[in-house]
């Protein structure tokens, strides 16, 4: 397997959770103040050098459940005794289990339940992060007697997970990002957020982790930290030394693992980035593209919608024609998967050929209205998948497309000087395959996706 593609946890990590607040406008750095805090407040409690990475890591990518249809849009809860308040906790915990189960059965390794690299688990990818963001809204006084709350019983019941002590560290950090006024100097209000902290002390939040807090944040540094804009390069230095460079492995399942965040928010989307990933990968096979070159493909494949976690909901899902100021929004998310991942080093051809998605040979596309010469091949194979892969899939505004039609479309366009059509010739003659492979990766991302849901409503259902 070749080991070409570089790419740090840290890097990784920061560009997902930047992405995740661009999911929810109105928050800002809302994932990477939270994880401030609670590192911060680990570091106070002297925890575990590898349980406070794991909490840092958690903390970053707590609210990716946010991106679901039934949760995204929504303000953040903070009230451990509402409604739902938990259902994206488990769907974070979910994907993430299932997510690596599928990958290890992908690559014929023994799909031991997040068995993962040395590297990973020394960065904090650990099964200990999925169960801290499982339980980040449960309030201490709940642990004490389980039998009480339906939800607690019932999510410990399925999984067979404690609720781990980090778990109170980011819902105390959570809930003091919602106390700070971003419109207010932050250390004319940093002694009234402490004050309120206090009340939590033995019944939402353990007293231990109330005290760490009052601690750490009598200093200003904490504070004048927290809202400053080197927070996210504060964040990478907090990960352990060294920084290892991941195996393409590695950086394989974390890909897929954002991917799956992206597209499970929607029924409609629950295949897409796969499907992308997939039928571009059999392209660049049969461009002669070298193993390390398939598996950037892949990779660029999963990530090529990640700046659609800008765009609305409504507007991802409208069943009409978007309008002249929908389509203005809606193109903006090359841009933003752009922006995202080029904040990753090492990923600069996975980058281009993933946020070039939609730029067209004569100049048409966007965003940046590139020309023939100026788009790799690697992007007019992703041009190429993406189209094909909505004109396959079932979309509000229409039916799924059959090979004839399919062909017509690609065929016309690539006449027209906008797709490639050595890369359309290309597609169209290995076909069956590539449509073969497709339907076996929807069919897989579908039931993953009903079962995901399913398991989350069975678990949260009412009990009499």
Not at 166 to 192: A, G, K, T
Not at 262 to 273: G, I, P, Q, V, Y
Not at 317 to 336: G, I, S, T, V
Request: proline residues 5%; negative net charge; aromatic residues 10%.
């Amino acid at each position: 397997m070749p080991v070409g593609i570089r790419a740090t946890l840290p890097d990784l990590i920061l560009a997902f959770s930047n992405s995740l607040d661009f999911a929810v406008p109105g928050y800002p750095n809302h994932h990477k103040m939270v994880a401030y805090l609670s590192f911060k407040i680990a570091e106070e409690m002297e925890l575990p050098q590898e349980e406070k990475i794991s909490l840092l890591t958690a903390s970053l990518i707590h609210d990716a459940g946010l991106l679901s249809k039934e949760e995204r849009g929504k303000p953040p809860l903070t009230d451990p005794r509402a409604p739902g308040i938990h259902r994206h906790g488990l769907f974070v915990y979910l994907l993430l289990k299932d997510g690596i189960l599928n990958f290890f059965s992908q690559i014929e390794v023994d799909p031991h339940l997040l068995v993962l690299s040395e590297e990973l688990r020394r960065q904090g990818f650990t099964s200990q992060m999925a169960s801290i963001i499982l339980y980040h809204h449960i309030s201490w006084k709940d642990t004490k007697n389980p039998a009480e709350n339906y939800i607690l019983r019932s999510i410990m019941k399925f999984t067979a997970e404690e609720v781990p002590f980090s778990s109170f560290i980011l819902h105390l950090s959570d809930m003091v990002y919602f106390l700070v006024d971003h419109n207010r100097f932050i250390l004319h209000q940093s002694e009234e957020i402490r004050s309120k902290v206090k009340e939590l002390a033995g019944k939402i939040i353990p007293t231990e982790v109330v005290e760490a807090f009052l601690k750490v944040s009598s200093r200003e540094n904490i504070w004048l930290e927290l809202m400053s804009p080197r927070l996210g390069l504060i964040l990478r230095n907090s990960f352990p030394l060294p920084v290892d460079v991941f195996e393409t492995r590695d950086v394989l399942l974390l890909s897929q693992l954002m991917c799956d965040f992206l597209d499970f928010k929607s029924f409609f989307t629950a295949n897409h980035s796969r499907g992308v990933s997939e039928t571009a990968e059999v392209l660049g096979k049969s461009f002669d593209f070298s193993e390390e070159e398939l598996f950037m493909i892949k990779i660029a494949g999963y990530l090529h919608d990640l700046g659609k976690l800008a765009i609305p909901i409504e507007i991802l899902e409208k069943q009409d024609k978007l309008n002249e100021h929908e389509f203005q929004l809606m193109k903006a998310h090359a841009f933003y998967t752009y922006e995202v991942l080029s904040d990753i080093k090492g990923f600069e051809t996975i980058r281009d050929w993933a946020a070039l998605h939609h730029e067209r040979l004569d100049g048409s596309g966007y965003p940046f209205h590139l020309k023939d010469k100026d788009i790799p091949l690697g992007a007019r194979i992703m041009a190429v998948a993406d189209v094909f892969s909505a004109l396959r899939e079932k979309r509000p505004y229409r039916k799924v497309l059959e090979k004839n039609a399919i062909a017509e479309i690609l065929q016309k366009q690539g006449e027209e000087g906008k797709l490639d059509k050595k890369v359309v010739s290309k597609l169209i003659s290995q076909y069956e395959e590539i449509d073969s492979r497709f339907l076996d990766v929807q069919f897989t991302s579908f039931y993953r996706y009903q079962n995901l849901w399913s398991n989350i409503i069975n678990i949260l259902a009412p009990r009499a």
